[in-house]
T-cell receptor, first 115, second 113 residues
Framework: AQSVAQPEDQVNVAEGNPLTVKCTYS??????LFWYVQYPNRGLQFLLK??????LVKGSYGFEAEFNKSQTSFHLKKPSALVSDSALYFC?????????????FGQGTELSVKP | DSGVTQTPKHLITATGQRVTLRCSPR?????VYWYQQSLDQGLQFLIQ???????AKGNILERFSAQQFPDLHSELNLSSLELGDSALYFC????????????FGSGTRLTVV
């Protein structure tokens, strides 16, 4: 079965420290990978995506993610966290050959950045 | 403003009732996706339409149905509502296959009392 796992329900980081939000996936073939962020009472906002090419992808608000095919992972990173980064983060995959084009989401990781 | 418009933003209704949620996709996008977000189930894919035709179906209950109209807006109909249907319902749109990204609306929060 195709799935996405975000093993941490919550990640706590001090402001200014680097942050990592983990994501692993299980799909057939090479997927397209996405990260979205959700602020309270808001919709999902696109952060970045990996389609092909360089394994390190840079996105919005200083975030980046590294695609690791052998570990089937796509961890989200930021060198220096801000309090305003506190939100719910979702990893998602679009299997290359799936029907339609739907995204499969992980359960989400709550990021809390303390001053 | 993401370009995807969902109405209404909030909806409170009683068990057994029927509601309709509306979504207007971003200009130029032909695909519309519906997702349900609840605390215990996370983000669950319900159904996708592409240019008026159903393209993929997920864990959508038989009490739920959707359609996409010629002007590309979509409606999600929820009937015989139960308390457990209370959730955030998101609509997203994309070009044909979502290869270049998906744009989400701000959602409709449904509360069944």
């Amino acid at each position: 079965a195709q799935s996405v796992a975000q093993p941490e329900d919550q990640v706590n980081v001090a402001e200014g420290n680097p942050l990592t939000v983990k994501c692993t996936y299980s799909v057939s073939g090479n997927p397209y990978l996405f990260w979205y962020v959700q602020y309270p009472n808001r919709g999902l906002q696109f952060l970045l995506k990996y389609i092909t090419g360089d394994n390190l992808v840079k996105g919005s608000y200083g975030f980046e993610a590294e695609f690791n095919k052998s570990q089937t992972s796509f961890h989200l990173k930021k060198p220096s966290a801000l309090v305003s980064d506190s939100a719910l983060y979702f990893c998602a995959v679009r299997p290359l050959y799936n029907q339609g084009g739907k995204l499969i989401f992980g359960q989400g990781t709550e990021l809390s950045v303390k001053p | 403003d993401s370009g995807v418009t969902q109405t209404p933003k909030h909806l409170i209704t009683a068990t057994g009732q029927r509601v309709t949620l509306r979504c207007s996709p971003r200009s130029g996008d032909l695909s519309v996706y519906w997702y349900q977000q609840s605390l215990d189930q996370g983000l669950q894919f319900l159904i996708q339409y592409y240019n008026g035709e159903e393209r993929a179906k997920g864990n959508i209950l038989e009490r739920f149905s959707a359609q996409q109209f010629p002007d590309l807006h979509s409606e999600l109909n929820l009937s015989s509502l139960e308390l457990g249907d209370s959730a955030l319902y998101f609509c997203a749109s994309s070009e044909q296959g979502g290869l270049y990204g998906y744009t989400f609306g701000s959602g409709t929060r449904l509360t069944v009392v």
